[in-house]
């Protein structure tokens, strides 16, 4: 089993650019949430999909922030125009969401630096 | 507001030591509480909690819920320098679906 899977691994990019973090996850699995990780604020829930459907957006921070989830097997978080306050480790995880008592399997993490 | 506070925020142990850590949360409808290590990558799954006084083993690792006292502790006993990480607790609500509202952690650092 492969995981979940996200790319790239390090991003680095300038303020104002726009950036696409990817995430596949693994297979089976129906739910999908973007989680955000800084020093200050610690993991903080972004978005989750259950069925490729955006069930709860409430964490995305601004407008600048968008999810999608195409296809079960795929999905995108965008920020444009990035900011140097979005740097921070943005991880994708996956569950069967089939209860409320399921283990969420974690990526890898992007780690996003703006400068 | 749901709320989720871990105490320590950090410890520095030797090689030998147990460690207790602590988690407290306040949230409405709490379904599971769960425990995940972060090394230098992404959290791994340790434990998940449902019901009240129940331990929960692994090696030397436990942990058990209380939902009167809305809290878990994470016990590890014989700490190595392996276990040096943050150690992550994460409640799940009814009202979150599945989503996990993570505390900010304890870092545990075991030295030799």
């Known amino acids: 089993d492969a995981g979940v899977i996200q790319s790239p691994r390090h991003e680095v990019t300038e303020m104002g650019q726009e950036v696409t973090l990817r995430c596949k996850p693994i297979s089976g699995h129906n739910s999908l949430f973007w989680y955000r990780q800084t020093m200050m604020r610690g993991l903080e829930l972004l978005i989750y999909f259950n069925n490729n459907v955006p069930i709860d957006d409430s964490g995305m921070p601004e407008d600048r922030f968008s999810a999608k989830m195409p296809n079960a097997s795929f999905s995108t978080l965008k920020i444009q125009p990035s900011e140097p306050r979005d740097s921070a480790v943005y991880f994708c995880a996956s569950s069967r969401g089939t209860g409320s008592y399921n283990e969420q399997f974690f990526g890898p993490g992007t780690r996003l630096t703006v400068l | 507001e749901d709320k989720v506070v871990q105490s320590p925020l950090s410890l520095v142990v030797h090689e030998g030591d147990t460690v207790t850590l602590n988690c407290s949360y306040e949230v409405t409808n709490f379904r599971s509480l769960l425990w995940y290590k972060q090394e230098k990558k992404a959290p791994t799954f340790l434990f998940m909690l449902?019901?009240?006084?129940i331990e929960k083993k692994s090696g030397r690792l436990s942990s058990i819920l209380d939902k009167k006292e809305l809290s878990s502790i994470l016990n590890i006993t014989a700490t190595q320098t392996g276990d040096s990480a943050i150690y992550l607790c994460a409640v799940v609500a009814s009202n979150s679906g599945y989503a996990l509202n993570f505390g900010k952690g304890t870092s545990l650092l075991v030295t030799p």
């Open positions: 449902t019901s009240s006084g």
